[in-house]
């Protein structure tokens, strides 16, 4: 079993910290720039920074779903997703970028093992990468 991640970046027209709030608002943009990849997004509690609570269904393909359940801390410019049902990590960082800001989100965790692994550690970031690619244009949009 190895470590398999993705991560993409993307410039938006945003200072750091209105990009970095709005990625830590669970109740209202969250659900506004997901992509369709996600079902029965609800906040369980909180709703805006650390301490937030969330649940949803990432269908990453027509087969392969997870169901996530995830507890965000806040920490300078980056916010953080621990999974509690799985070793899955995200984490969304915001850095000062050209007028605006540069943020990216990168996802870990940790692969099955034997060929199976292999064959996750080669496709899953792949579609992760598109995933995570929709959901960051959608930010930018909010953010314009």
């Known amino acids: 079993m190895g470590q398999v991640s ?13 990009a970095l709030d709005a990625i830590a608002d669970y109740e209202t943009v969250r659900p506004r720039i997901l992509s369709s990849h996600y079902r029965d997004y609800k906040v369980v509690s909180g709703g ?3 301490g937030t609570v969330v649940e949803w269904t990432l ?26 049902n799985s070793s899955m990590v995200n984490t969304w960082t ?9 943020v990216t ?26 995933i995570q690619a929709e ?3 959608n930010l930018q949009r909010e953010l314009a």
């Not at 915001?94 to 540069?102: A, H, K, Q, W």
Request: aromatic share 4%.
């Open 6 to 18: 993705a991560s993409s970046s993307i410039v938006v027209a945003a200072d750091p910290q209105r």
């Open 105 to 130: 989100i990168a996802t870990t965790w940790t692969g099955a093992g034997g060929i199976a692994g292999i064959f996750e550690g080669i496709f899953a970031p792949l579609g992760l990468k598109k």
């Open 48 to 50: 805006k920074g650390a």
């Open 59 to 84: 269908q990453a393909t027509e087969k392969r779903s997870r169901n996530v359940r995830a507890d965000v801390t806040v920490a300078d410019t980056i916010v953080t997703e621990r999974d509690g």
């Open 135 to 137: 959901v960051l244009a």
């Open 94 to 102: 915001v850095t000062p970028e050209d007028g605006g800001s540069r």
